[in-house]
């Protein structure tokens, strides 16, 4: 497995000290590694600003159809994170594997749980190796349960687990809205022929970064759920996804800025990029590979709906973003435009 070398560069960027002052500017330093991997820090020079801030990694990643060879790249992403002070790190939508099919994906789903083990057992062997701490939020298949399968439904489950720095899974969420769609003239996309939906809102957690609520990438189109977490008493909003490149040109940014918006928290957003190795079905030999491409641009938003942090674009490799979060700047911006107490629940009632 490559081990990347960092390249600082000299280069000073400039960024506002965001919700602290909209007058004063702060850099903001690119580090890049070469040739893999790059990490993208975002920082603000203000100590007072550093009085409250916690500081979470992102890891984007392309997965394949091969999960010995994501795990391997996931692994390297959390050493990088652990390197760079990073106190949680958000991996994406199918971290453990892209598949080319609804069948190729429920094949491989039967591997998500060693894929899993595997991660809950490097976890802790890299928090001793850097003798930090760092929990993980990432985005896996895993199969059906022995109670879906005594219904007859083997669909597998599209999760978000949330492991501890221990290796210890401390929630596991279960995706609600599946992405069925029918395009005019395009192509017909329908998740829930090999993913059961989720029945449950996921619990607000106490993490070292925050209060965080999490969602998985269709679940951002619904600002319910937002909101409900947020009445939770959410700080932090996570949408691990692999949008697609029309949907991500669209609307990416526009949901993510909106749902910090609607809620005044930290909108969390780890995208899949670039073209996915699926491989050929062998049952159609001859045929060329199938191309699946995810939209990336992963990317962090603060609770005055500003993009504080972004992933290259340009670069389809692995990519390690980071951004400090001020939660005291964050409880001034709810206490300034106070909406949730503006909430007119005599007319709406308590929906969220």
């Known amino acids: 497995m490559l081990k990347p070398t960092f390249k600082f560069l000299k280069t000073e960027q400039w960024t506002r000290c965001l919700f602290k002052s909209q007058k004063r500017l702060a850099p903001a330093w690119d580090l890049l590694s070469a040739p893999k991997y790059n990490r993208r820090f975002f920082y603000s020079s203000s100590s007072r600003c550093q009085e409250s801030m916690n500081r979470i990694a992102i890891g984007q990643m392309c997965s394949s159809s091969s999960l010995d060879q994501n795990l391997g790249v996931v692994k390297t992403l959390i050493d990088q994170a652990l390197a760079s002070d ?5 991996f994406p939508e199918a971290a453990d594997y892209i598949s080319r099919s609804a069948s190729h994906s429920l ?3 039967e591997k998500s749980p060693a894929f899993v083990e595997g991660l809950q057992k490097a976890i802790p062997e890299l928090c001793s190796k850097h003798q930090k701490r760092i929990d993980v939020s990432i985005g896996v298949h895993l199969p059906a349960t022995s109670s879906d399968k005594s219904q007859h439904d083997t669909r597998l489950r599209n999760c978000l687990l949330y492991i501890t720095h221990e290796g210890k899974i401390r929630q596991e969420y279960q995706k609600l809205h599946l992405f069925d769609v029918e395009v005019p003239n395009g192509p017909i996309l329908k998740e829930s022929q090999a ?8 619990d607000v957690l106490d993490t070292p970064v925050g209060k965080l609520g999490s969602a998985i990438c269709f679940d951002v189109r619904f600002p319910e759920l937002a909101l409900k977490l947020r009445s939770k008493g959410a700080e932090i909003l996570c949408f691990p996804s692999a949008f697609t490149m029309k949907t991500g040109e669209a609307h990416w940014q526009l949901l993510a800025c909106a749902r910090a918006l609607d809620t005044q928290c930290y909108v969390i957003m780890p995208g899949q990029q670039g073209e996915h190795e699926v491989g050929i079905d062998p049952s159609k030999p001859g045929e060329s590979p199938l191309k699946r491409v995810s939209w990336g641009h992963s990317m962090v938003v603060g609770p005055w709906g500003k993009v504080v ?14 951004a400090d979060l001020d939660l005291d700047a964050q409880k001034k911006i709810r206490r300034d435009m106070p909406l949730w107490e503006q ?10």
């Open 86 to 90: 990073a106190k949680v790190i958000f």
């Open 107 to 109: 094949e491989l789903a």
């Open 343 to 352: 909430r007119r629940r005599d007319v709406f009632g308590d929906f969220v």
């Open 309 to 322: 942090a972004a992933a290259d674009p340009a670069n389809n490799e692995p990519q390690l973003l980071l």
């Open 195 to 202: 993913v059961q939906p989720g029945r449950a809102i996921p």
